[in-house]
């Protein structure tokens, strides 16, 4: 069956450090993999997309990659603020127009 | 404010009790979605409609029934309210079928008792 795992349920990290978040698939064939932001009693807030195709994508802090071998993506969070603390959910979409979201990663930063 | 508008923000049904859940966007989306969110778990998708007029079923339908009104509305309706329907509901929308992301609402918190 589909499986999307993102690599823990929690993450604490010192702030101006790298925050980097795990999202492994297995039996999927994705044609793209979006990033969510959720903060507590909020609904998710779309951060990046990107497609099978592409290797990496960047918008400002943000920057995610994308390996379809490793059945991989990585999300990383550059100079992390205590701002950037939230949970984040990685979620898998096809062609057909659904998309399969992780349990996602609560991140927290340090000051 | 564009975006995702949900009602209600909270409601308490008795079991078997129905209740409807409203959604409606100003973005002029042709794909609209209904998630549930129970704790510490990701959103799992409920029913969806890529456009007006078609409705298709998710991951975990059992027990609730949608209707796309217009290109707008879309709402999610449960007819006999169970304890397990207790969660957090969310409308979704998206400009295209694909390779967009999600605008999500704020969401509806709903226990069952």
């Known amino acids: 069956s589909q499986k999307i795992e993102q690599n823990s349920e929690a993450l604490n990290i010192q702030e101006g450090k790298t925050a980097t978040l795990t999202c492994n698939y297995t039996?999927?064939?994705?044609?793209?993999l979006q990033w969510y932001r959720q903060d507590p009693g909020r609904g998710p807030v779309f951060l990046l997309l990107i497609r099978e195709n592409e290797k990496e994508k960047r918008k400002e802090r943000l920057k995610v990659t994308f390996d379809t071998t490793l059945k991989q993506s990585l999300f990383h969070i550059t100079a992390s603020q205590p701002a950037d603390s939230a949970t984040y959910l990685c979620?898998?979409?096809?062609?057909?127009?659904?998309?399969?979201f992780g349990d996602g990663t609560t991140l927290t930063v340090k000051p | 404010n564009a975006g995702v508008t949900q009602t209600p923000k909270f409601q308490v049904l008795k079991t078997g009790q129905s209740m409807t859940l409203q959604c409606a966007q100003d973005m002029n989306h042709n794909s609209m979605y209904w998630y549930r969110q129970d704790p510490g778990m990701g959103l799992r998708l409920i029913y969806y409609s890529a456009s007006e007029g078609t409705t298709d079923k998710g991951e975990v339908p059992n027990g609730y029934n949608v209707s796309r009104l217009n290109k707008r509305e879309f709402s999610l309706r449960l007819e006999s309210a169970a304890p397990s329907q207790t969660s957090v509901y969310f409308c979704a929308s998206r400009r295209e079928r694909d390779q967009y992301g999600y605008t999500f609402g704020s969401g509806t918190r709903l226990t069952v008792v």
């Open positions: 039996n999927y064939s994705p044609a793209y």
């Open positions: 979620a898998l979409g096809t062609n057909a127009g659904k998309s399969t």
